[in-house]
């Protein structure tokens, strides 16, 4: 029997495999932050190709926190409403749909990457003033952001949990708080980043407070029976930045907060960073924060071979394998893997001649 293609239990919520697709930003929404048919397609086809667990890219609880203006947005009512046909799309298919819930921080109001110029949008473009734990900005062509006041930090608190509230008004089964890539809830973890000498700064407990009230109100605005996922940044990768002795501790923290597993990836704080890239880089990030923190995680990370998922899994570095590009270039890898691992798929029956 495969072990990737067991179902996982996560509260009330059960995942048909340990197959997800990881939040991928396709900067496709129009300057209201509504998604369109893009999102529509994009996320419906990998849930007609067997994903287990959908999880939409980084959408923003507030419209400052876009990392572009063409990224999706859950600030309002409208924002629900055009949701709402792509979570019952996905659903239909035997996935879930999860949402994840992002802040970009001071990396905010930045040009797509396939747009013409670089860097910080200007106001004529769109553009905004972003915000961060200081007045730093992340790179010389970004926005310089304004400093968060203790209001202002209890404003995007507040935020994430409307948001999380709307995204279970839209359909979305789970949701997944972004506190990875140097977007703003990983700028408050860092020391990178956080220079802070409020409760929200100084040392580890200060800087994992933000992250953790987050965690809290995003919990207790979904209720008992969601599930709630955490991305965040293992280890920055930069010496005297975060480690992975640090998200043992965080994600410690996080399951007393309500959160039921640790997605684990890495860096993005710091462009100096010096990345171990190859296949499966951030299993070991993963495998770590499973056996000293007693949590469950998500691998993600260049896995792209069904045997080396499953080896994941199967090995207990994991509990869920999250892809990414892969299924950029296959939205029906979980549907070959099973074949090839022996498992049983049911493919739906327009495509079923093709098996």
């Not at 921080?105 to 930045?110: R, Y």
């Not at 409307?162 to 408050?188: K, N, P, S, T, W």
């Not at 597993?261 to 993963?286: E, K, M, N, R, T």
Request: proline residues 7%.
């Amino acid at each position: 029997m495969s072990a990737l293609f067991t179902p996982l239990a996560l509260r009330g919520v059960t995942l048909p495999n340990r197959v997800a697709m990881a939040p991928m930003c396709q900067y496709s929404a129009g300057p209201d932050g509504l998604p369109t048919d893009w999102h529509r397609i994009h996320l419906g086809s990998r849930a007609v190709g067997g994903v287990g667990l959908i999880i939409t890219e980084a959408t923003a609880v507030v419209p400052e926190g876009r990392i572009s203006p063409q990224d999706t947005g859950l600030w309002s009512g409208a924002h629900v409403d055009a949701w709402r046909p792509i979570t019952a799309l996905v659903a239909a298919q035997g996935a879930v749909p999860a949402m994840q819930l992002a802040h970009a921080g001071f990396k905010a109001s930045t040009y797509r990457p396939w747009a013409a110029h670089r860097g910080g949008v200007p106001d004529a473009d769109g553009g905004w003033t972003p915000v961060g734990p200081g007045s730093e900005a992340f790179l010389p062509d970004y926005r310089r952001p304004t400093a968060l006041d203790e209001a202002g930090v209890a404003g995007v608190v507040e935020a994430f949990a409307v948001a999380a509230g709307r995204a279970i008004d839209a359909g979305f089964q789970a949701v997944e708080i972004h506190a990875a890539h140097g977007y703003l809830l990983h700028e408050f973890l860092s020391p990178l980043t956080n220079h802070r000498t409020d409760a929200y700064g100084g040392d580890r407990a200060g800087r994992m407070r933000l992250t953790l009230e987050v965690a809290r109100a995003v919990r207790a605005a979904v209720g008992e029976s969601v599930p709630v996922l955490t991305r965040i940044s293992a280890t920055d990768w930069v010496h005297g930045g975060w480690t992975v002795e640090d998200s043992v501790v965080l994600a410690g923290e996080l399951a007393a907060a309500g959160v039921d597993l640790v997605d684990a990836s890495s860096g993005g704080a710091s462009a100096a960073a010096s990345i171990p890239v190859g296949p499966g880089y951030q299993v070991p990030l993963a495998a770590r924060i499973r056996r000293d923190a007693g949590v469950p995680t998500g691998a993600v990370g260049l896995i792209v071979e069904p045997e080396h998922a499953e080896q994941i899994v199967a090995g207990g570095e994991a509990d869920l394998v999250l892809l990414g590009r892969e299924l950029l270039r296959d939205p029906y890898w979980a549907r070959r893997a099973a074949a090839k691992l022996g498992a049983e798929s049911h493919w739906p029956n327009q495509y079923a001649r093709a098996v």
